[in-house]
């Protein structure tokens, strides 16, 4: 089966950093792009990140570049998203996505049950 | 950014009756590979969201065929045939032609 777990969201200072980590299984993990998208509870989904298969191609949202790095580590089959100088406005659910290719993009399947990220003083 | 609009906000279904979302893209999704990357996705209450079809109208594995998908370029529809009680939730249509990747607002789905 299939599987994406995240963890790592807590209650974080404006202004402070935070690692977020998604552990894959049921798949051969580096044959895929992966994403990271973040729900405001009750909101949206919002695109954050990409990274393909090798990590040599990254994309961001406008709203995360220069803050947020996304990263990938193959031989332990797990995705990172560090979160730095985080806002108010970051606060949300970011979901783990592994994407249908391995250099593009296209569709998400499957979705983790997301890791909750509260950025408040 | 491409703008995804999808219309209505929200759907109130009797089990049994149609039900059908609207999402307009503000450029084409037609690429020139000759696919047209549009998606529809599912989030049941208390979920993560699940994919229902892709390019268009390509059911996607396990999803029942009362769900279709048609349209072309910029204006798309979902239709779902007979509704049924567990096909509650937001459905949101999505792009990945263009960077960044973006989602419709959403439509609720209740049934009544």
């Known amino acids: 089966e299939v599987q994406l777990v995240e963890s790592g969201g807590v209650v974080v200072q404006p202004g402070g950093s935070l690692r977020l980590s998604c552990a894959a299984s049921?798949?051969?993990?580096?044959?895929?792009?992966m994403h990271w998208v973040r729900q405001v509870p009750g909101k949206g989904l919002e695109w954050v990140s990409l990274?393909?298969?090798?990590?040599?191609?990254?994309h961001y949202a406008d709203s995360v570049k220069g803050r947020f790095i996304i990263s990938r580590d193959n031989s332990k089959n797990s995705l990172y998203l560090q979160m730095n100088s985080l806002r108010t406005e970051d606060t949300a659910l970011y979901y783990c996505?592994?994407?249908?290719?391995?250099?593009?993009?296209?569709?998400?399947?499957?979705w983790g049950q997301g890791t909750l990220v509260t950025v408040s003083s | 950014d491409i703008v995804m609009t999808q219309t209505p906000l929200s759907l109130s279904v009797t089990p049994g009756q149609p039900a059908s979302i609207s999402c307009k893209s503000s450029?084409?999704?037609?690429?020139?590979?000759?696919?047209?990357?549009l998606y529809w996705y599912l989030q049941k209450p208390g979920q993560s969201p699940q994919l229902l079809i892709y390019?268009?109208?390509n059911r996607f594995s396990g999803v029942p065929d009362r769900f279709s998908g048609s349209g072309s370029r910029t204006d798309f529809t979902l239709r779902i045939n007979r509704v049924e009680a567990e096909d509650l939730g937001v459905y949101y249509c999505?792009?990945?032609?263009?960077?960044?990747?973006?989602f419709g607002g959403g439509t609720k789905v209740e049934i009544k």
């Open positions: 049921g798949f051969t993990f580096d044959d895929y792009t």
């Open positions: 996505a592994k994407d249908a290719y391995s250099s593009s993009w296209s569709w998400f399947d499957p």
């Open positions: 450029q084409s999704l037609l690429h020139s590979d000759g696919k047209t990357y």
């Open positions: 390019e268009v109208s």
């Open positions: 999505a792009q990945s032609i263009q960077l960044p990747l973006t």
């Open positions: 990274i393909s298969w090798s990590g040599a191609t990254t």
